[in-house]
């Protein structure tokens, strides 16, 4: 699934010129954390977020700094965070320097890269124009999609289970079938064998509720502490 088929087309966004006051009724009005920041010819500039407007002279949340401190830094950036917690045009706030992702870019890589950058959302740029932006409420609306259309799957035969979850389990490290065993019938899954993880119980009960056409799951697996039996601590 690429990041096209689930971004938002409509995207709200402000001008650099825009005032703190346009930005915020946006944000509000929208019920949105952040704004991508335009050119007049559609060119994405930057972005301003709910965390750019924390420390702001007007909530009284603007830095504190010692007289040592200030007289450590250069005047520079003392006239740059003051630019920062009092200036109204977007422009004089917003952060510059923007993560985004192309519209035919691959899921994983746009999730790899918000989680990497810690960031809530990713405008989506296709020849230097924002086109779409992708949040995180887009994945979420994408994974319930997908979770209802697999509700409404025809449930599968006994024998066309057993094929599915023996192919969900194939490659996976946690699994080794000749330890575990499993059986169908009438949708219901009969699992057998040793675990020495209860995590790895829990990942085989997963691995067969997803499978459609299931019920439920009968736990018949035993569970083997290593560490009792290797006689640790004796």
Do not use: C
């Not at 402000?14 to 954390?33: D, E, M, R, W």
């Amino acid at each position: 699934m690429q990041v096209q088929d689930i971004m938002t087309r409509a995207v709200v966004s402000v001008k650099p010129s825009s005032t703190l006051t346009q930005a915020i009724a946006k944000l509000l009005s929208n019920g949105i954390s952040g704004v991508p920041v335009v050119d007049d010819d559609g060119k994405l500039v930057g972005i301003l977020t709910e965390g750019d407007m924390l420390r702001r002279i007007e909530t009284s949340t603007e830095p504190q700094t010692s007289r040592l401190m200030s007289f450590l830094r250069s005047t520079g950036s003392q006239a740059e965070e003051f630019v920062r917690t009092h200036s109204r045009r977007v422009r004089d706030i917003m952060t510059e320097e923007v993560e985004s992702v192309a519209p035919d870019a691959d899921l994983e890589t746009a999730v790899n890269l918000m989680e990497k950058k810690h960031v809530k959302r990713l405008p989506v740029v296709k020849d230097g124009q924002l086109v779409g932006i992708l949040s995180r409420s887009d994945l979420i609306r994408a994974l319930g999609r997908r979770l209802q259309g697999e509700d409404r799957e025809t449930p599968l035969a006994d024998a066309e289970i057993k094929k599915r979850l023996a192919e969900a389990l194939d490659g996976q490290v946690w699994y080794n079938d000749r330890d575990v065993r499993f059986e169908v019938r009438d949708g219901v899954v009969t699992l057998e064998g040793i675990v020495i993880d209860q995590r790895t119980r829990l990942a085989l009960w997963v691995a067969a509720e997803n499978v459609p056409g299931v019920k439920s799951v009968n736990d018949k697996l035993t569970f083997v502490d290593p560490l009792a039996t290797s006689g640790v601590g004796i």
